[in-house]
């Protein structure tokens, strides 16, 4: 059964770092791409980007590239999305997900809420 | 960049309704065009993919249609656990592909 587990919430200050990971299991980790969703509170889904484990191929969306980095640690098959310094703006839920070449996203972690408040 | 755009943005309608959505890509996109379902306070669930094929175990009330830039999601007949908010996505795998687009949501309601 493919699974992707990823930590839990966050509570954070404004210019704090952060790491969340999401760890994939039930299939093989680094022969498909896997890459995170941002959902604002009441908001839709945006897309942040996406990672090869098997080759550490990054790529990500215009509106978040510079802002976030997506890295994987293909040994331990765990993704990750960090920022260096965190803004109010970034409270959200984050979903990570496996993504198919095909273009579908057929497996989602359940999701981790990050809470950036002074 | 491919936008996508969705209406309504959110429907009311009554158990046993024809319901249905439209996506729209700003320019051609094949069939590369998703439908997702998300109820709250979960993760989005894969329901419709490539525009018209139903993944796997989802109910047959759901279907989608269209190629190019026009697509359509229909749930046939409304049912009380359909309330949840759809999205479409698309693919684009031009270089510096590939890159995945959602579009903004229809939130769907029992009248």
């Known amino acids: 059964e493919v699974q992707l587990v990823q930590s839990g919430a966050e509570v954070k200050k404004p210019g704090e770092s952060l790491k969340i990971s999401c760890k994939g299991s039930?299939?093989?980790?680094?022969?498909?791409?896997i890459g995170w969703v941002r959902q604002m509170p009441g908001k839709g889904l945006e897309w942040m980007g996406i990672i090869y484990p098997g080759d550490s191929d990054t790529r990500y969306s215009p509106s978040f590239q510079g802002q976030v980095t997506i890295s994987a640690d293909k040994s331990i098959s765990t993704a990750y999305l960090q920022w260096s310094s965190l803004k109010a703006s970034d409270t959200a839920m984050y979903y990570c997900a496996r993504h198919r070449l095909t273009g579908l996203i057929d497996y989602w972690g359940q999701g981790t809420l990050v809470t950036v408040s002074s | 960049d491919i936008q996508m755009t969705q209406s309504p943005s959110s429907l009311s309608a009554s158990v046993g309704d024809r319901v249905t959505i439209t996506c729209q890509a700003s320019?051609?996109?094949?069939?590369?065009l998703n439908w997702y379902q998300q109820k709250p306070g979960k993760a989005p669930k894969l329901l419709i993919y490539d525009a018209s094929n139903l993944e796997t175990g989802v109910p047959s009330r759901f279907s989608g249609s269209g190629s190019g830039t026009d697509f359509t999601f229909t749930i046939s007949s409304l049912q009380p656990e359909d309330i949840a908010t759809y999205y479409c996505q698309q693919y684009d795998n031009l270089p510096p592909a590939p890159l995945f687009t959602f579009g903004p949501g229809t939130k769907v309601d029992i009248k």
């Open positions: 039930g299939y093989s980790f680094t022969s498909y791409w």
């Open positions: 320019q051609d996109i094949s069939n590369y």
